[in-house]
């Protein structure tokens, strides 16, 4: 992967957290940002050139966005699918169907949706290839699982995994490289503020993975922040 300046690129889940930072520091580094998110609002000025309603969860909102994108950007370099929800946070005695399926659809679903929504617009791939980045969490590895709970989540991050592995099959003849990342455990209103690294380490680290990595040892891998690959 070249050095990530000039590109154009988007993020989902833009307007806080990991994805509110990769706009910021994607917009530091020369490209365009293209923000998603529920709420545009929500989105702080100066951190993307354009922002668009999207919710993953919705098929609706994911067709509208990708027309929205295709009609003014005929070709993404990046394209980083952060949006995602932990869910309630109960344990096995009080976990619901609702709940494994709304986090399943948000962090498993939408990004493939989103994925297959772009690339019937025709702005990933082609001479020029597109980075696909997954947000992943290592609690989505079956290796790493020793302390168990967190069934929604945990499920549904496995789930982008092997999503993930499987674009990296399918879309390599489009030129569009899939690949997964593990942002660390980072201070976010996800996890209450707890954590062990910034928003702007986390990041930091994820896109000196991009930058650092042959597209040989992004595609179909999983590496973590700090370059480490990620056991399964």
């Excluded at 939408?110 to 020029?128: Q, S």
């Excluded at 390599?172 to 209103?189: A, Q, Y």
Aim: net charge neutral; proline share 3%.
């Amino acid at each position: 992967m070249v050095a990530l300046a000039n590109k154009v690129t988007l993020v989902t889940g833009a307007s806080r957290g990991i994805g509110k930072e990769f706009c910021r520091q994607l917009k530091a580094k020369n490209n365009v940002v293209i923000a998603g998110c529920r709420d545009p609002s929500d989105m702080a000025p100066g951190l993307a050139d354009d922002v668009y309603q999207l919710d993953v969860a919705n098929q609706a909102s994911i067709d509208a966005f990708a027309e929205a994108v295709a009609s003014k950007y005929p070709h993404l370099d990046v394209v980083i699918n952060n949006a995602g929800v932990y869910g309630e946070r109960v344990g096995f005695g009080e976990m619901t169907a609702e709940t494994m399926l709304h986090v399943f659809n948000v962090n498993a679903v939408g990004p493939l949706m989103v994925t297959k929504a772009l690339m019937k617009k025709n702005v990933l791939g082609g001479k020029a290839g597109t980075t696909l980045a997954h947000i992943t969490s290592k609690m989505g590895s079956v290796d790493d699982n020793g302390s168990g709970g967190s069934y929604a989540y945990r499920a549904s991050k496995s789930a982008l995994n092997i999503i993930s592995k499987s674009l990296s099959i399918d879309l390599e003849p489009s030129n569009v490289n899939s690949t997964l990342l593990h942002p660390g455990w980072v201070i976010t209103d996800m996890v209450n503020n707890q954590g062990l690294i910034t928003t702007e380490q986390s990041v930091s680290g994820m896109l000196n993975v991009l930058e650092s990595k042959g597209d040989g040892e992004l595609r179909g891998a999983w590496h973590a922040f700090d370059g480490k690959v990620i056991p399964w």
